[in-house]
């Protein structure tokens, strides 16, 4: 009778692992009760088998063929997966073991596997899963110490050769085993095979866990998503009382008399307005539904597009204390666009540039006629947006930390979904103020020398005494197509 690890295997795959001696020759070798029952309850181990998530359905099918290979390997009459469990041991899959205890014959419906209970009791994989190597035993009945393990006496077992299932480096759930009842001889072959398919059966097994885990964070993700939906609709219809509010009271004021009245009345309207449509873009842009047909497109000039930019957007500037100026030149092509989605998008981009540039600083908007497109460029002397970011600032929900909120992430998502609506592109580039890094091909704070629209003296001296100078800038711009003749 002998009891080997492999010796030759480990030797030849240079593993260093050291074997263990034959019971017959030193039986203090080999763990004793107390040395088992704490390996078997190691928490690590534990929760590395409970990862898996293997443990509750029992044996399953999709193990059988591996358990079929290293019988007809091995050439014995059968082979088993063990898991090792608190509780007792679970068997993924028994082949050629009918009419012994281990488990059901092959080819028995996993309905009929699934409930099986745990087996409780000393087994001869409690030994295996102690091990660094294969476990060999030519006479489990002649050994004085695995001869009285109660399991394998029961099951008939003679020979057995056991392979561990070696999760994170060093945890072992379970193994790999093949058995004979005769006694035989196991070669440095028979263990090679053995620890290549347990292997084979570990990665399997990772393979299946990150899968899980997959499907767990796309679960999340999917449940994340599904509950800021429901948070923007409830915030969009509880917004939407409030503004029929605001726009009645409107109505009853544009019917006053005083035409500073009127003036506020009219104002109060067009700000509703902006606001059920911001809601409506808010709803498009978090429920991923695709954008309402837009309004049929006409040809528009962009002298009379940039003179409504500033109209539009000058009281929010000087509300900041930031110039705001436009470059308008002579003889640019009308482009075709929608023009309520073209206003929002300048009113998205021009107000982000407003809302984080300094007091005292100047926020420029201007144009050129490139091809087939007129290209719009908003130019600020904010913080900027650091350059790792650029190819995220028009996500849904992303905003780069400044170290105040101004919004919901909302703005630059929506301004490309009406600027590629409208058969343009939108793209950011580097500012370059005072921080800016050197080597820049951008030319910077625009030159306002040849500009119809200069800021006064009194404008610049005050730019220039604000407590809180420029920073590095954004630029932001955006091409539309031009009307063809």
């Given at each position: 009778?002998?009891?080997?690890?492999?010796?030759g295997?480990i030797?030849g795959?240079?593993?260093?692992?050291?074997?263990?001696?034959?019971p017959g020759?030193?039986?203090?070798?080999v763990?004793?009760?107390p040395e088992l029952?704490?390996a078997?309850?190691?928490?690590?181990r534990?929760?590395?088998l409970?990862?898996?998530?293997?443990l509750?359905?029992g044996?399953?099918?999709?193990?059988?063929?591996?358990?079929?290979?290293?019988?007809?390997?091995l050439?014995?009459p059968a082979?088993?997966?063990t898991?090792?469990?608190a509780?007792g041991?679970?068997?993924?899959a028994a082949?050629?073991?009918q009419?012994?205890?281990?488990?059901?014959?092959?080819g028995?419906?996993?309905v009929?596997?699934?409930?099986?209970?745990?087996?409780?009791?000393?087994?001869?994989c409690?030994?295996t899963i102690?091990?660094?190597?294969?476990?060999l035993?030519?006479?489990?009945?002649?050994d004085?110490?695995y001869?009285?393990v109660e399991?394998?006496r029961?099951?008939?077992l003679?020979?057995?050769?056991g392979?561990?299932?070696?999760?994170e480096g060093?945890l072992?759930?379970?193994?790999?085993?093949?058995?004979?009842?005769?006694?035989?001889a196991w070669?440095?072959?028979d263990?090679?095979?053995?620890?290549?398919?347990a292997?084979?059966?570990v990665?399997e097994?990772?393979?299946?866990v990150?899968?899980?885990?997959a499907v767990?964070?796309?679960?999340?993700?999917?449940?994340?998503?599904r509950?800021?939906?429901?948070?923007?609709s409830?915030?969009a219809?509880?917004?939407?009382?409030?503004?029929s509010?605001?726009s009645?009271?409107?109505?009853?004021?544009?019917?006053?008399p005083?035409?500073?009245?009127?003036?506020y009345?009219?104002i109060?309207?067009?700000?509703?307005?902006?606001?059920t449509?911001?809601?409506?873009d808010m709803r498009?842009?978090?429920?991923g539904?695709?954008?309402?047909?837009?309004r049929?497109?006409?040809?528009?000039r962009c002298?009379?597009?940039l003179?409504d930019?500033?109209h539009?957007m000058r009281a929010?500037?000087?509300?900041r204390?930031v110039l705001l100026t436009?470059?308008?030149p002579?003889?640019l092509?009308?482009?075709?666009?929608?023009?309520?989605?073209?206003?929002r998008?300048f009113?998205?981009l021009?107000?982000?540039?407003?809302a984080?540039?300094?007091?005292?600083t100047?926020?420029h908007?201007?144009?050129?006629?490139?091809?087939?497109y007129?290209r719009?460029c908003i130019?600020?002397?904010?913080?900027g947006?650091?350059?790792?970011?650029?190819?995220?600032?028009?996500?849904?929900h992303?905003?780069v930390?400044?170290g105040l909120?101004k919004?919901h992430?909302?703005?630059?998502?929506?301004?490309r979904?009406?600027v590629?609506?409208?058969?343009g592109?939108?793209?950011?580039?580097?500012?370059?103020?005072?921080?800016a890094e050197?080597?820049?091909?951008l030319?910077?704070?625009?030159?306002f020398?040849?500009?119809?629209?200069?800021?006064?003296m009194?404008?610049?001296?005050?730019?220039?005494?604000?407590?809180?100078g420029?920073?590095?800038?954004?630029?932001?711009?955006?091409?539309l197509p031009?009307?063809?003749?």
């Amino acid at each position: 009778m002998k009891t080997s690890p492999g010796a030759g295997f480990i030797e030849g795959l240079g593993t260093g692992v050291n074997t263990a001696a034959s019971p017959g020759d030193n039986a203090s070798s080999v763990p004793g009760e107390p040395e088992l029952d704490a390996a078997i309850a190691a928490p690590e181990r534990l929760r590395a088998l409970r990862r898996t998530d293997l443990l509750p359905d029992g044996p399953e099918s999709s193990y059988e063929r591996i358990t079929r290979l290293a019988a007809a390997l091995l050439k014995v009459p059968a082979a088993f997966i063990t898991l090792v469990g608190a509780e007792g041991d679970v068997h993924k899959a028994a082949i050629g073991m009918q009419g012994h205890e281990l488990g059901p014959a092959p080819g028995t419906p996993d309905v009929e596997r699934r409930d099986s209970p745990p087996a409780a009791g000393r087994t001869l994989c409690h030994y295996t899963i102690t091990a660094a190597a294969p476990l060999l035993i030519e006479d489990v009945a002649a050994d004085p110490v695995y001869g009285q393990v109660e399991s394998a006496r029961a099951a008939g077992l003679r020979a057995y050769a056991g392979a561990p299932l070696i999760l994170e480096g060093s945890l072992a759930i379970g193994s790999l085993c093949a058995v004979d009842f005769a006694p035989r001889a196991w070669s440095t072959l028979d263990a090679e095979l053995l620890t290549e398919l347990a292997r084979a059966i570990v990665r399997e097994i990772e393979l299946r866990v990150a899968m899980d885990d997959a499907v767990a964070a796309l679960d999340l993700t999917q449940r994340t998503l599904r509950e800021r939906d429901e948070a923007v609709s409830n915030l969009a219809h509880d917004l939407r009382s409030p503004l029929s509010a605001v726009s009645i009271s409107a109505v009853g004021l544009s019917r006053r008399p005083e035409p500073e009245i009127k003036n506020y009345a009219a104002i109060q309207t067009r700000a509703a307005k902006q606001m059920t449509q911001l809601i409506e873009d808010m709803r498009v842009s978090t429920s991923g539904l695709p954008l309402p047909a837009p309004r049929s497109r006409l040809a528009v000039r962009c002298d009379a597009l940039l003179a409504d930019v500033l109209h539009a957007m000058r009281a929010a500037a000087e509300a900041r204390g930031v110039l705001l100026t436009i470059d308008n030149p002579q003889g640019l092509p009308a482009v075709v666009i929608n023009y309520p989605q073209v206003m929002r998008v300048f009113a998205n981009l021009v107000g982000n540039s407003i809302a984080y540039s300094p007091s005292g600083t100047v926020v420029h908007v201007g144009a050129e006629h490139e091809g087939d497109y007129v290209r719009f460029c908003i130019t600020d002397q904010g913080p900027g947006i650091p350059e790792e970011f650029h190819t995220r600032v028009f996500d849904r929900h992303w905003q780069v930390e400044r170290g105040l909120s101004k919004g919901h992430g909302l703005g630059l998502a929506i301004s490309r979904l009406f600027v590629e609506e409208n058969g343009g592109t939108i793209d950011i580039d580097k500012g370059n103020g005072p921080e800016a890094e050197a080597g820049s091909d951008l030319t910077g704070t625009p030159d306002f020398s040849d500009l119809s629209k200069l800021p006064t003296m009194e404008e610049l001296a005050a730019a220039e005494a604000a407590p809180t100078g420029p920073g590095v800038g954004t630029v932001l711009h955006f091409t539309l197509p031009v009307a063809q003749a």
